[in-house]
């Protein structure tokens, strides 16, 4: 079996892991590939199924091969009879979490109900195919498809889905009582979709975000927080970690044991972290250059509290894309000097074809979305939660939509969708210009995007980097991710760990699952790199505390107090801003 | 603190502040969850009830930062922000002041708080009111600034409710500073700039819908048939200058609430936070003092 073969085994396998009790639970919606989420925010999640232009070249292609159409709806009809008289062999994939109730398999009714079902979603979704559309027409009814076979799943219907039957019975109709309790709730507010997670389940700072450290900068933009060494000698070169805009930054301090600063700072590293202002209609001209000065802001603090003259800098998803672009304007400046060693997680700066969504983006949908934002100042991050729910309708919707609301239970109290239902708005500014960025693919040609004034030209930044994808990561393909090593200029180490966007992120030490790729060489295409990478047990976050603390310098006596005479103290972390809706 | 703080503070040039930090929180009550800033009491207050501040209407906690620094640091105080406002999530549906005060000392006792003062300014004012009403055990003193008794009070000027019917001030610092004068009256007529920085330098806007809410919620209410039930010893404070609230209504509370005083100050709507530093005191002495169960004098 080749390389790619078993690639492409464990990004399946990864995606069919779904499960939210998972140990590592894998990626549940969150950011980007900027470029569709953000241009499909400026229409409601219902726009987004209607099939348009692509449904009518569909239709079309598919009339020209009456032939083709007429042997899968023949295929479909023998099918459904052979279903009919007990006879098929239609059975359910592994890893489909749906038909886990005894009756699916022994009563003949049940299924019956579900290899019809079963049958047919396969025939609608092979149509698809038939039709030979290009690629992002295929992609847009592939997925408009897709979400209405899901939708129509016998398990959606409470008097399809034996396992809601039994719980009627046992509750004497409690469950649709309290299921109907909880559907006013959820979709009396935005996101209208089911909650996938009590309001209550975590709090903030309580059991969250629980590394000690104190605020020593508070901006109007972001406030930084300094991290208590946990050692007694610590790295001279600060680390500052720049999160995504768009959510919350304590993914990377989840909880005790599940966190990444704690990790980083328990290998020794001084570690600053940003975290951004929740913006609101006030702030809507805070665009890309505001978010890079700010990070210079946080730059020139940790190196004043240090007394040192670099940084390391880590920026994630969206906000890795503004790390890169003020790694441009600082070559542009020939500042380079104030970073010693830069790295990138699930970042996608090539977005010529990131993943499935690119596919939707067209200049229309993307004007369309910036005018609304504009209108209202903010992107509210409510609306991005509901198309991303959409994405992946049967483990983000129709699975809460059981639970809540046909069983009548709480959802379980998970972690990572605590965070994920705790959004960020992006002020109209920035939602321009990300969009912008995506439309002209500016990071990739020299001169296209700008920062601060200079033209970003990513080949003349020379600065070591590390950078970070998840091999299951359907928002940011890991091949997209891969691209940053062929644009930038310095010696670039890829890793590509297990599981998707968040799951990547989120990768604790002990978990015997975990493993990650990496390579000594870079070669243009992913293939090769596959070819040629070796597999290690373990979480790349030790690889990376590694690589990062022997780019910070020497070791010294660890910081007596926070903060400086320059910077004192404001309050503890996990700060103000982190607790605004 | 269930943190241990491995930091050291051995550094003369930073000062703590001699009480106990303030911090922000997360609280959820009865399924909304609402952006909440405790600074727990220390010292001689560590065992006496904390002050409850409520905001006038659209604005987040932040805008009592001046009044709460003019306080003495040791003094426990709750902030926090109307569902819908600020940092607090909207509540699915309209609510009365009613639901929100139950609301509200549902979220003190979250807190671990049973018994607190409470201080409303504006709108604020309208829900001490009713909370000293509604959990009269709850409730040991209230102070109302620059507040109403609801639909039945002397009204400001058509000009001023006009104004006040939509939250564009909070979302337009030029709108603001424009009409800062207009509303707030006292140095905001000399100043506007300092009322628009007020309202904006850190506080959060929230959705338009939860202001609506607020508004929605105080029409038809009236305090005044029940200002007879208010036990607490009580002090009502108003501005000579206040084109909101004027000056009468302050008078009224105060004739009509057994245990109340009346404290007029030279100033406008928002003297409280503009001017703390002279209002401050006023406040702490009434909350201060000894309980005694005689009838407070009115003055007048």
């Not at chain 1, 073969?5 to 969150?30: C, F, K, M, N, W």
């Not at chain 1, 006030?282 to 040192?308: P, S, V």
């Not at chain 1, 997209?480 to 968040?502: A, E, R």
């Not at chain 2, 208010?230 to 509370?253: C, E, F, K, S």
Request: glycine fraction near 8%.
């Amino acid at each position: 079996m080749s390389t790619i073969q078993r690639i492409e085994q464990e990004r399946s396998r990864d995606h069919g892991r779904l499960d939210a009790t998972d140990v590592d639970p894998d990626d549940h919606a969150l950011e980007t590939p900027m470029d569709m989420i953000l241009a499909d925010a400026g229409q409601s999640p219902l726009r987004r199924m209607v099939p348009g232009m692509s449904g009518v070249r569909a239709v079309a292609s598919l009339a020209t091969k009456p032939r083709t159409v007429a042997r899968r709806t023949a295929g479909l009809a023998a099918e459904l009879v052979r279903v009919g008289v007990g006879r098929s062999e239609v059975a359910p994939a592994r890893s489909d979490k749906r038909w886990g109730d005894e009756a699916w398999e022994k009563n003949p009714f049940f299924k019956r109900t579900m290899q019809g079902y079963l049958a047919w979603g396969e025939a609608m979704r092979e149509l698809v195919d038939d039709a030979d559309l290009d690629w992002a027409d295929g992609q847009r009814m592939g997925f408009i498809v897709d979400n209405i076979v899901e939708a129509l799943a016998p398990t959606n219907a409470p008097v399809l889905n034996p396992t809601v039957l039994k719980r009627t019975i046992d509750t004497g109709g409690g469950n649709f009582l309290n299921g109907g309790r909880r559907f006013l709730r959820d979709y009396a507010t935005a996101p209208r979709v089911p909650s996938m997670v009590e309001s209550d389940a975590f709090s903030v700072g309580e059991d969250l975000a629980m590394t000690p450290g104190k605020v020593v900068l508070r901006t109007e933009l972001f406030e930084l927080i300094e991290y208590a060494p946990q050692t007694d000698k610590v790295r001279t070169i600060p680390l500052l970690i720049v999160p995504p805009t768009i959510n919350k930054y304590y993914i990377i301090d989840l909880a005790p044991e599940r966190s990444m600063v704690e990790h980083l700072v328990r290998s020794g590293l001084q570690v600053y972290v940003m975290s951004w202002r929740n913006p609101d209609s006030r702030h809507a001209d805070w665009n890309l250059d505001a978010y890079g000065a700010a990070i210079l802001e946080a730059m020139d603090a940790a190196n004043q509290i240090t007394r040192t003259t670099s940084v390391s800098l880590l920026g994630i998803c969206s906000g890795g894309i503004i790390t890169s672009m003020l790694m441009g304007h600082l070559a542009a400046t020939d500042q380079l000097d104030k970073v010693s060693a830069y790295s990138l997680m699930v970042t996608v700066l090539d977005q010529g074809r990131a993943g499935t969504t690119s596919a939707l983006l067209s200049h229309k949908v993307a004007a369309a979305a910036v005018a609304r934002s504009e209108e209202k100042g903010y992107l509210d991050g409510r609306t991005l939660a509901e198309i991303f729910a959409w994405l992946r309708p049967t483990d983000l919707i129709w699975r809460y939509w059981i639970n809540n609301y046909l069983m009548g239970r709480p959802p379980k109290a998970f972690d990572i969708l605590y965070w994920n239902a705790d959004p960020v708005r992006m002020t109209a500014g920035m939602h321009h210009d990300f969009l912008d960025l995506a439309l002209r693919n500016a990071l990739v040609e020299p001169g296209k995007g700008h920062m601060l004034g200079s033209l970003v030209d990513l080949s003349q930044v020379t600065t070591e980097n590390y950078v970070v994808a998840g091999i299951a990561d359907h928002l940011c393909s890991w091949e997209s991710c891969y691209q940053s090593t062929q644009m930038l200029g310095g010696p670039s180490t890829f890793v590509l760990s297990t599981s998707g966007h968040i799951a990547a992120m989120v990768n604790p030490p002990g978990n015997p699952k975990a493993s990650f790729r990496t390579s000594e060489e870079n070669p243009p295409t992913t293939q090769e790199w596959l070819e040629q990478a070796s597999k290690k047990k373990g979480t790349w976050w030790d690889d990376y505390a590694g690589w990062v603390g022997d780019r910070s310098g020497e070791w010294r006596g660890k910081p007596v107090k926070a903060g400086s005479s320059e910077y004192p103290p404001v309050c503890d972390a996990p700060g103000t801003f982190v607790h605004d809706r | 603190m269930s943190r241990t703080d491995v930091m050291e503070h051995e550094d003369p040039t930073i000062e703590e502040p001699p009480g106990a930090p303030e911090r922000v929180r997360q609280v959820t009550v009865r399924g909304i969850s609402a952006r909440v800033s405790v600074r727990p009491g220390t010292g001689p207050y560590t065992d006496a009830p904390p002050l409850l501040l409520c905001n006038g209407i659209g604005i987040s906690f932040e805008a009592f930062g001046p009044f709460v620094e003019a306080l003495d640091p040791r003094r426990g105080v709750v902030r926090f922000d109307v569902p819908g406002v600020g940092g607090s999530a909207p509540p699915p549906f309209p609510y009365t002041i009613a639901a929100l005060s139950s609301w509200v000392t549902a979220l003190m006792a979250k807190l671990g708080y049973r018994e607190f003062d409470v201080l409303g300014i504006s709108w604020g004012g309208g829900l001490a009111q009713q909370l000293a009403v509604q959990s009269r055990r709850r409730v040991r003193r209230v102070v109302l600034v620059a507040t109403g008794t609801g639909a039945l009070m002397v009204p400001a000027n058509p000009k001023v409710l006009g104004i006040m019917a939509t939250p564009r001030r909070h979302r337009d610092p030029g709108y603001a500073a424009e009409v800062a004068g207009t509303i707030y009256g006292g140095t905001m007529r000399t100043h506007p700039e300092q009322g628009a920085a007020l309202l904006h330098s850190m506080t959060r806007a929230g959705p338009k819908r939860g202001y609506y809410y607020q508004l929605l919620a105080m029409t038809g209410w009236s305090s005044l048939p029940f200002l007879k039930l208010i036990r607490q010893p009580t002090l009502v404070m108003g501005g000579d200058d206040d084109p909101i609230i004027p000056a009468v209504n302050p008078r009224m509370q105060a004739r009509l609430i057994p245990r109340a005083r009346l404290h007029l100050y030279d100033g406008g709507h928002i003297s409280l936070m503009t001017e703390a530093e002279q209002l401050a005191p006023v406040v702490e002495t009434f909350l201060d003092e000894q309980d005694t169960n005689d009838s407070d004098t009115h003055a007048d």
